[in-house]
């Protein structure tokens, strides 16, 4: 099972929009609408922040906004904050009912 | 408070086994799939291995099939991870994480993970 491509790394000033893509393939972002997204901190564990390509948890800011158009997944986040510089991950349920991560995008808000 | 405590990593040698925990409190806990993830010094996650609670099926992937095994013992709360065969590669940060399984309108959520641990490191050197 092959990585998600992601873009190494993103940058966006305060209050801008920055958009991170997400590539599978049809077996597994093109095929389901199951791509999540998730924020790391250094030394901190993983949080969601969408599922299900466009839904976000409780407590998640509508900031963060998640999208899909075939074989691609995107978030966006707009109005960037300080606090949302962190890596961030894509990954996606697939055909053989396992879950493949993208290789992570570093944002820097400048 | 919900939350996955992991436990059992350490240093072990090539070829060596570790067993994993992952506590759970605070809600159901088999009622939920559980799922390991890990996440190598400064690189990415990657998904191990999951366990299903409606049908009790286990995956893994590729590069664990065949050495490492997914156990449950729902009377404790908790599920393991029996790491055998280990190999250098294998150094990493283990976490678990819940799916929480979102349902809405007759259809339910897959692979999303709500809830982590906080993470057990795991070295792999001679």
């Known amino acids: 099972q092959s990585a998600l491509t992601q873009p190494a790394s993103v940058s966006g000033s305060p209050g801008q929009s920055i958009t991170i893509s997400c590539t599978g393939t049809?077996?597994?972002?093109?095929?389901?609408?199951?791509v999540s997204w998730y924020q790391q901190h250094p030394g901190k564990a993983p949080k969601l922040m969408v599922y299900d390509v466009s839904n976000r948890p409780s407590g998640v800011s509508n900031r963060f906004s998640g999208s899909k158009s075939g074989n691609t997944a995107s978030l966006t986040i707009s109005g960037l904050q300080a606090e949302d510089e962190a890596d961030y991950y894509c990954s996606s349920y697939t055909s053989s009912s396992t879950v493949v991560f993208g290789g992570g995008t570093k944002l820097t808000v400048l | 408070e919900v939350q996955l405590v992991e436990s059992g990593g350490g240093l072990v040698k090539p070829g060596g086994s570790l067993r994993l925990s992952c506590a759970a409190s605070?809600?159901?806990?088999?009622?939920?799939?559980i799922n390991w993830v890990r996440q190598a010094p400064g690189k990415g996650l990657e998904w191990v291995s999951s366990?299903?609670?409606?049908?009790?099926?286990?995956y893994y992937a590729d590069s664990v099939k065949g050495r490492f095994t997914i156990s449950i013992d729902n009377a404790k709360n908790s599920l393991y991870l029996q790491m055998n065969s280990l190999r250098a590669e294998d150094t990493a940060v283990y976490y678990c994480a819940r799916d929480p399984s979102y349902c809405s309108g007759g259809s339910c959520s897959l692979g999303a993970f709500d809830i982590w641990g906080q993470g057990t490191m795991v070295t792999v050197s001679s």
């Open positions: 366990f299903t609670s409606s049908s009790s099926s286990i």
């Open positions: 049809s077996s597994d972002v093109g095929g389901y609408n199951y």
């Open positions: 605070g809600f159901t806990f088999s009622s939920y799939d």
